[in-house]
């Protein structure tokens, strides 16, 4: 995920319901964050939230304001509870109240750290702390590494009070405080904490040229002749917002029974493209009138980003994949994105030599694991071979069947 530059507003924020995806906008409670440690905030930073009941815990030299959100997001019959910690300097101490900006807000400069905490508990799928479930990053965002340590510190004591058996910051840069996690270890606990930090996947990032003239004049031979190909077949494009919803999650369910995985609800692609109106957008390619490849896009200063993305296996040949990311692209250069993310892979995969023939880099990730429990478990695994039967199974059921039920179960995966 790319961050922001250093000194630039962040966006209102918001709060993610985890149990159905609903996105809804709540009042921002810090108007501005920033960090030039990290460059800025990151797109998802709009998902953090603004939380408004605050239990205040005085630190050594500043204040944790942890947000302990007394309600719990509910979409049908149980929800999924959501934490916001804010670290916040105060100008006479820890019993000092923090700095205010005009208009009751907090202060940019009294802020040091945020992190962002869904608590994802199932009999199944696990007890965990996540920061951020379904995005590729999240984590802890601090000013430097004394507010990184006491953010670190206050979400293993958050785990140990929500009896998660792990938690899970996803990073773009490694967080230096995971090296001595020790540190973090109280000597009334009676279980040692284990560390593991997994790098093997990557975000795909690909800088883009000022139009898309000269995009197309940049690739290679072999792709330009496979773009043509899709052109050939009497493909088409659409571009558009929510009233191209229902075809892109035509296909975007089908590809998801045929890969053996549940599917989002479309209420999280709804209130998503309600939330982000301003800069998200559906690509959908069509052969006749049916659509056969589509994507939706979330685009924040200079990055546009490609969280979802789908097409139909029995169409490949005629390559609407091709021919879909043409138009995402063009869409990008022409409305001033300097780099589109084509979102995460694992290196030497399908999909990882998929983006790169389009030019795409790999930028690494760093997804850092704290197991509360003592247990540290192999992490080179996917964990695939668990559900390689359900899969199986899933793959044959009807699509009216995984609509209904897939969503009740994909909210309680975080990937």
């Known amino acids: 995920m790319r961050a922001a530059r250093a000194g630039q507003r962040v966006p209102p924020a918001l709060a993610l319901r985890v149990r159905e995806g609903f996105v809804i906008k709540l009042q921002t409670e810090f108007g501005a964050v920033t960090s030039p440690r990290n460059e800025g905030v990151p797109i998802f ?49 820890v019993d000092a109240p923090p700095r205010r900006a005009e208009g009751g807000r907090h202060s940019a400069e009294s802020i040091l750290g945020v992190l962002p905490v869904v608590h994802l508990k199932h009999a199944f799928f696990g007890n965990c702390l996540v920061s951020l479930p379904f995005v590729d990053g999240g984590g802890i965002l601090a000013d ?22 792990r938690i899970e910051l996803r990073q773009e840069r490694p967080l230096a405080s995971c090296n001595d996690i020790s540190a973090f270890c109280s000597e009334s606990s009676r279980k040692p904490l284990q560390v593991a930090t997994r790098s093997d996947k990557v975000r795909m990032l690909l800088n883009l040229p000022d139009s898309s003239e000269m995009l197309m004049k940049s690739f290679k031979s072999k792709l330009r002749s496979q773009i043509t190909k899709a052109l050939k077949e009497g493909m088409i494009s659409r571009t558009g917002g929510a009233e191209l919803l229902e075809d892109f999650y035509k296909v975007f369910l089908v590809n998801m029974r045929d890969l053996g995985s549940p599917v989002h609800s479309i209420k999280l692609m709804r209130h998503v493209l309600s939330e982000f109106s301003e800069c998200s957008k559906i690509v959908v390619i069509y052969k006749a009138k049916e659509p056969v490849a589509a994507a939706l896009l979330v685009g924040f200063e200079k990055v546009l980003r490609n969280p979802w993305a789908s097409s139909l296996r029995k169409y490949a040949s005629l390559g609407p994949n091709m021919l879909l990311y043409l138009r995402v692209l063009e869409y990008a250069c022409d409305n001033g994105y300097q780099v589109f993310d084509f979102g995460r892979s694992s290196a030497g995969e399908g999909t990882y030599k998929f983006k790169e023939q389009w030019g795409a880099i790999p930028a690494p990730l760093y997804w850092h694991y704290i197991f509360l429990d003592g247990k540290l478990p192999n992490l080179e695994s996917s964990g695939k071979e668990r559900f390689e039967k359900a899969i199986r199974y899933w793959q044959k059921l009807p699509l009216i069947v995984t609509r209904v039920i897939g969503p009740s179960i994909r909210k309680h995966i975080s990937l």
């Open 144 to 165: 430097c590494r004394e507010a990184e340590e006491s953010l670190l510190s206050e979400v293993i004591t958050l785990g140990r009070k929500t009896g998660a058996s």
């Open 45 to 93: 930073a709009r998902f953090f939230l603004g939380g408004s009941i605050w239990a205040c815990v005085p630190s050594s030299r500043h204040e944790i304001a942890v947000s302990m959100l007394p309600w719990v997001f509910e979409a049908l019959s149980r929800g999924v509870a959501t934490y916001y910690l804010m670290l916040r300097a105060c100008d006479g101490g």
